[in-house]
């Protein structure tokens, strides 16, 4: 089956540095998104890999390894609006989103 | 700069009853997507358009029924409601599919007595 593994919960403190980790197991690969979700609200949308390496958007960086299944997002620099639910979502060989359950990323003063 | 807009936020429903819930979007995107969310699991697909006229089931149709007369509005409707199908309804679109990111609604939360 397709799986999307990634922890239920963080806590980091402010001003430093948080790696969310996602592995997924999917039929065909087309590419592995990452979403912010704060609570009561919509996702959206922060990045999307589908070659190996690392990709950076400012405080933000999302990394991928294709032969691993393996994916991180980096939070540098975190500030208490970093507080939310982080969603790896992996496209398969369909091009059908695989979603995980998500991340709960706490931040502490 | 509307976006996704989804209505209403809140619904509460007793079981049997109908509903349909409404999307639009602004930006001329040809794919629409309805998703649920439930609490310790993922976005689970239940159905989707690939264009004005068209829709297809997604991971999760049963219970919902959806239409797509006008590119920029999608439909849900339930026409039997159920408890199990309480949970956060979000709508999306993309301009295409693959690789193009998600636009999001800003959900509609149902509870089902």
């Known amino acids: 089956g397709q799986n999307i593994d990634q922890p239920t919960e963080m806590t980091a403190t402010e001003g430093a540095i948080v790696q969310i980790n996602c592995t997924y197991q999917?039929?065909?690969?087309?590419?592995l998104f990452w979403y912010q979700q704060h609570a009561g609200e919509a996702p959206t949308f922060l990045s999307y890999?589908?070659l190996d390496g690392l990709e950076e958007k400012g405080r933000f960086s999302s990394f991928l390894s294709r032969s691993k299944g393996y994916s991180y997002l980096l939070l540098k620099e975190l500030q208490m609006k970093d507080s939310a639910s982080y969603l790896c979502?992996?496209?398969?060989?369909?091009?059908?989103?695989?979603w995980g359950a998500g991340t709960k990323l706490i931040i502490k003063p | 700069n509307a976006g996704v807009t989804q209505t209403p936020k809140f619904r509460v429903l007793k079981t049997g009853q109908s509903m349909t819930l409404l999307c639009a979007q602004d930006?001329?995107?040809?794919?629409m997507y309805w998703y649920r969310q439930d609490p310790g699991m993922g976005l689970r697909l239940i159905h989707y358009?690939?264009?004005?006229?068209?829709?297809a089931k997604g991971e999760v149709p049963d219970g919902y029924n959806v239409s797509r007369l006008k590119k920029q509005n999608f439909l849900l409707g339930l026409e039997s409601a159920a408890p199990s199908q309480t949970s956060v309804y979000f709508c999306?679109?993309?301009?295409?599919?693959?690789?193009?990111?998600?636009?999001f609604g800003s959900g509609t939360q149902l509870s089902v007595l």
């Open positions: 999917t039929s065909g690969f087309n590419g």
């Open positions: 930006m001329n995107h040809e794919y």
């Open positions: 999306a679109s993309s301009r295409s599919e693959g690789s193009e990111k998600l636009f």
């Open positions: 890999n589908v």
């Open positions: 979502a992996a496209l398969d060989s369909n091009y059908q989103l695989i």
């Open positions: 358009s690939v264009g004005e006229g068209t829709t």
